[in-house]
């Protein structure tokens, strides 16, 4: 071929190749093939002679940092404990997308573990739509045969709350998976070899900006685009200054919040992380997840809010040298008060329209139990929200994560909580309304009055909106 | 044979129409109807029975201060990029067909590129050329000297949009360039030799020769950029900036689809899609009333 031809035929195929470039991604849903053991006896009884009219499960799961090999795993186990029953398991990243038409067409899976902050917005739909089964009986039946109910085994303070008692009647509707807990991180190495101490208040917090300065980084960073990130030093902070009424107050929508003194104290620091010189590092209003944190273990700032996830979703991320990770929780306002932290749990549901529930709701008791807790440390790395489980899980997960969760078992104070729902057909949405407006604190583009008169307002419509539902019901 | 030739052709092009006609109903038409139709109800998209509230979700958006922020943010940009992108297409468009550069097919290839690129790969692209200590733009300015001029431009209120304008430029300016190179090439040559002969300059011929023989080109290109903006912003508004900083980014897309998925408020989110319909639809009809002239 001629020079010019051949340039031509080059340029063409690198455009094409290019495109193929876009067709990376996985597609959504695999199903496992289980493999059903004892075929022959038809109406098959399971162990302890549990007998199901059907014996077929849908399970839907969110596949994320955490894999699906856990899950795939359990219901083998399951199939092997319960002979006769067969278990379909439909995993992706993009689980609520995946689910939606099943659930909009009346067809839902029987069980779902819905993670991630793209899928979490289904649950409370569900939540408002009353569309998810009461599971209290679960959790108050005996884990074993003869034992304790199984809610003593839980974590303290999670079946009680909000993330897995929506509706404030002390009945439960979303089973805990998966814990994690959130607060600032810095790096150890760095505290151990300068010997510097770890603050204890928000004073020794931000007197630490001139020894941050002294080594070539700015106080603190966070996760710019995803200003929601900083409800992992907020509503500890609210807890410290103004206890659980305060955050009651803050998560029950009551306007009466962002007159008080609790808010003034708690946005005060906002404020002067803004305002302060080499408070904030340069550039992190502009940063997504990923660049922030990355720059965070370049050195480029002291203290960052995370999650138990960070180490893990961090792996293959470029580091300064020696580089350890080491968690903090939030600091206190007085030195009387102790370390806090923020806990979440992730959330698993069974539909009410599920056509097995009995069998989902068997399902669901079998992932509490102890050889499952190990097995989701093994595969997983994860702990489940269950006592002792960090130290079931202490071979598989990290040094770092281990000693979080033994702080938390130790000392540290946690705290959790989540929004009241909002009316059906509002268009607020409380997260959203309390956090992306930082971005403009932190951009000296507004201040902190101007803030909670906005905040006032609209926690106020919002309960307007909610007693004109009410009114309609 | 008992059917005459027509209506044996007739059958036949009504059976090739037919598999297009029917997908065409069912992933258009009828998905259409059904956001007109679910405008006027009240309703989470996830389990419950609709409930029929009239044009209440109509009379709710334009008291919503963040709609119309993201109808705000949305126009400017319908504005602003159409306008350059065209621009800039035509003017390469012109150099390129006119020029006797060996290198042609290159630029065009070259400037051709953005246009098939994947719109998140731009998205993530064009983050990390506006990243505030590492992206090109900053770093180019700190190595020019004018350090100073360096922001965060994605986390600004004031620079945020014009930033992402340029990303949809980049974007769609190569591939108007070529339509309109393509019809340059339509255009005799005659018409420039001619005008050279009189002395016409060379902007002079662009005004005078190239726009008017191309109008009908760009008079399309023209509601077919707008239309692009609405479509292509949503991904890149979603992966640069979320919205933010907030909310100075968000468009009518990116709103639509936090209500109707983050918020579980369906109807709401299918009357934004009704008033974008109706707004586009208006758009393409006064940008062609403009635009038209008499037949030549």
Redesign the interface.
Known sequence: MKP?KW??TV?ASV?AV??L??CGSNNGSNEASPSASNPSSPSASSEGGKQFENMELNVAVFQGGYGREYWDQIAEEFMKDYPGTKINITASPKI?ELV?PK??AGNPPDFMYIAGSDNT??L???I??N?LTDLTDVFNEPAEEGGAPLKDKILPGVLESRSSSPYGDGKVYLAPYNFGVMGLWYNKTLFDEKGISVPKTWDEWFALSATAKENDRALFTYQ????GYLEEIIVPSIYSVGGQEALDQFYNLDPEFWKSDTFKQVWGILEKIANEDNALM???????HT?SQT?FMQG?AMFIPNGTWFEDEMKDAPREEGFQFGFLGAPAFSADKPAMAMTNVEQMVI???AKNPELAKEFLKYLYTDNSVKLNAEKSKAVLAVKGAADIAKEYISESMYNVYKAVDEGIVTVNGAFQSVA??????PS?EVF?????IM?K??TVEEYGDKMYQIYTNIQNELKENGAQE | MNMSMKTRRGLFIAACLLPGLALFLLFKVYPTIQIFHKSLY?W?????EPKF?GLKNFV?MFQ?D??LLALRNTGFLMLIVPVLTLLIALVNASMLTQSKLKER??YR?VFF?PS???F??IAILW?FI????MGFV?SGLELLGLGDWAM??????RTVLWALAVTLIWQAAGYYMVMYMAGIDGISPDLYEAASLDGASKIQQFFKITIPMLWEIIRVTIIFSINGVLTISFVIVSVM???????HSEVVMTYLY??A?????F??AMAIGVFIFIISLLLALISNKLTERGSH
Do not use: C, E
């Open positions: 010019k340039l031509t340029a455009v290019s495109v470039a876009g609520a939606r659930i909009v917005p289904i409370s739909g569900l408002k739509d569309a710019g685009l995803y200003p340069k550039g992190t209003i502009a940063l997504n660049q720059s480029d539909p009410a329209k059906k057909g509002s268009k607020y949405n959203d992306k407006p930082i971005s403009s951009n583009q507004m | 009240l989470t998209g996830v389990g419950d509230i709710d919503d963040v709609f097919g290159f290839t590129f098939i690129l994947s998140v790969v983050s506006y990243h505030p200590t900053n965060a431009w994605l986390g600004d209120q900036t979320a919205g933010g900083p907030d909310r936090g209500q998925f983050t918020n579980s408020n109807g709401y």
